[in-house]
């Protein structure tokens, strides 16, 4: 038995054990009674998380007919595990997290897709309030579906009409600003505005 033994803790050692095929019979105290198929016994003071003395880890080892070699060979397996463990998890954890934050990426699209429906339906009533009636001022709220939108009061630059809608749903607000020819009714723009 050359070489230096690695630290360790019981619980690792167990393992190292469990793998060569050691399995609890009993426990007394502390302590942890291995035995193999062979009847070879290794008792183990388990106190969790506590490296064992490197004259208790040499007296399991010699016990259970270890060699250092192949305890560090069964060490660096069970710290192999660990890790890739630990990667895995991370990348599960990762993965995760970036589709739950896709899904709140989608759930916004569609709140600020439903607002912008809303306030172009109030545009749309209220272009076609202007075109039944040349004197349509505007300054009223739609309801849609159990949602609103608010039509502005029209404003009437030189032969100009300017219209204005917003709508707010769950916290996204649109606002919509067209600009017509008046009396032709021809659209010079419609566009999308932070705010008015």
């Known amino acids: 038995m050359g070489g230096k033994l690695p630290k360790i803790t019981a619980k690792e050692i167990i393992t190292v054990l469990e793998k060569a095929g050691f399995a609890l019979v009993r426990q007394s105290g502390s302590h942890k009674i291995y035995k193999s198929a062979d009847n070879k016994r290794a008792t183990i003071p388990f106190h969790s998380g506590k490296i064992l003395h490197p004259k208790v880890l040499k007296s399991i080892l010699k016990d259970a007919a270890i060699t250092i070699e192949k305890l560090k060979e069964g060490y660096i397996a069970i710290t192999s595990a660990i890790i890739i463990s630990f990667l895995l998890m991370t990348i599960v954890f990762t993965l995760s997290s970036a589709s739950f934050f896709s899904r709140s990426n989608t759930l916004d699209a569609n709140q600020k897709e439903t607002s912008l429906g ?11 309030k202007l075109a039944q009636n040349s004197s ?10 159990g949602n609103s939108c608010s039509i502005l009061a029209l404003e009437s630059p030189s032969g100009q009409k300017i219209i204005k809608t917003w709508a707010d749903y769950k916290g996204y607000r649109t606002n919509i600003k067209i600009t017509m020819n008046h009396p032709a009714m021809t659209m010079i723009s419609w566009e999308e505005l932070p705010n008015f």
Do not use: P, Q
């Not at 809303?118 to 076609?128: F, I, P, R, V």
């Not at 349509?136 to 579906?145: P, R, T």
């Open 118 to 128: 809303l306030a172009e339906a109030c545009a749309d009533t209220a272009l076609l």
């Open 136 to 145: 349509y001022a505007g300054n009223e709220n739609i309801n849609i579906g």
